[in-house]
């Protein structure tokens, strides 16, 4: 089935720094990534869906200047999260459209901790 | 707009004994998709069973069934046989149909299996 690799797992950064999270396609091609944060315990919130090509769409409430969002090529969308806070550690997790008869494709996530 | 609810927060189940979590959703579309997703200790995202809406058939995979009511938007997801591995975060998500895919997630059921 399709994969989806997303690097980090685990970062912990300074507040004021910014932190990139990437999430590759590794054997299909991925027009679309859609980017979840995860509470602890609670469930997934779609922050934004890159599109390849072109701007990423960003749901209500979700800054865009903060979290910055690209999708450089057919395999590849990025995360980036600028001047962090603590309040932005959370658990963030890229999602690819299906590409076959299962089911959306879920990078393992990353766990950003900002101190 | 898509809902979903998950009105068990938690659920305990004795292993080999069978356990149903409920879920019910809401929405406008009339092509849309229905998953079961599992969340365990790692915090991949593992598809666990996938209705399409327009199938009145009710899917199955190995030990886990589904109870599909369109018309109630009833969507429980069955476990029979439990084993100690099913132990994990539950989620039922509503995909819309066409280019859009958005998911939309319930909170979640906390499931526990004793041995």
């Known amino acids: 089935g399709a994969v989806v690799s997303q690097h980090p797992s685990r970062v912990i950064c300074k507040s004021g720094t910014s932190v990139k999270i990437e999430c590759r396609s590794l054997?299909?091609?991925?027009?679309?990534m859609f980017w979840y944060r995860q509470f602890p315990k609670k469930s997934l919130m779609l922050m934004a869906t890159s599109n390849e090509g072109s701007k990423a769409t960003y749901e209500q409430g979700v800054e865009k200047d903060k979290f910055l969002i690209n999708h450089a090529s057919l395999t590849l969308s990025t995360l980036t999260v600028t001047s962090a806070h603590p309040e932005d550690s959370s658990f963030y997790i890229c999602s690819a459209p299906p590409t076959d008869l299962y089911g959306y494709t879920f990078g393992s996530g990353t766990r950003l901790t900002v101190v | 707009a898509q809902t979903v609810t998950q009105s068990q927060p938690e659920m305990s189940v004795q292993e080999a004994e069978t356990v149903t979590l409920s879920c019910t959703y809401d929405t406008s579309e009339s092509d849309y998709y229905l998953f079961w997703y599992k969340q365990p200790p790692s915090r991949q995202m593992i598809l666990v069973i996938r209705q399409e809406a327009y199938k009145q058939q009710n899917a199955t995979e190995n030990r886990f069934s589904v109870n599909f009511q369109k018309a109630a938007k009833s969507f429980s997801l069955k476990i029979s046989d439990s084993q100690l591995g099913d132990a994990a975060m539950y989620f039922c998500?509503?995909?819309?149909?066409?280019?859009?895919?958005?998911?939309?997630f319930g909170k979640g059921t906390l499931l526990t299996v004793n041995p």
């Open positions: 054997d299909f091609q991925a027009t679309t």
């Open positions: 998500v509503v995909s819309s149909g066409g280019s859009n895919y958005k998911l939309t």
